[in-house]
């Protein structure tokens, strides 16, 4: 619901009461990402996720996403980490990287 439609309210029943956000263009807390969600929601409305990949372990949950319709004109390729505890979303790290037109390899970054 977050990720994907950008509906903070849907999600919401998932995060724990405490949520700690190391991008550091939001907030901590719910009340930080509602406000970073609507914000870039109303920025890039037609913006939208490809799941690539999930990977979880232990408290961890990886996924390795393609952004498009956002800021970089060919897409970005995303890797957000979230820490679970008790069924609940508690912590938030990601790593953006805009797609260039071009490659020096014939492999996709998916």
């Keep these: 619901h977050l990720i994907g439609q950008k509906d903070f309210d849907a999600a919401r ?5 405490t949520y700690t956000q190391h991008n550091p263009t939001a907030a901590d807390g719910p009340e930080g ?5 609507a914000e870039f929601k109303a920025a890039f409305p037609e913006h939208r996720y490809e799941i690539k990949h999930v990977i979880a372990e232990g408290e961890f949950v990886a996924l390795h996403l393609h952004g498009m319709g956002g800021p970089s004109p060919n897409g ?10 008790n069924d609940r979303v508690v ?3 990601d790593v953006i990287q805009p797609i260039p037109g071009g490659a020096e390899n014939a492999n996709s970054m998916f």
């Design 13 to 17: 029943r998932y995060m724990g009461e």
């Design 33 to 37: 990402i509602r406000a970073w969600i």
């Design 76 to 85: 970005e390729a995303v890797v957000d980490l979230f820490r679970v505890v």
């Design 91 to 93: 912590e938030h790290w």
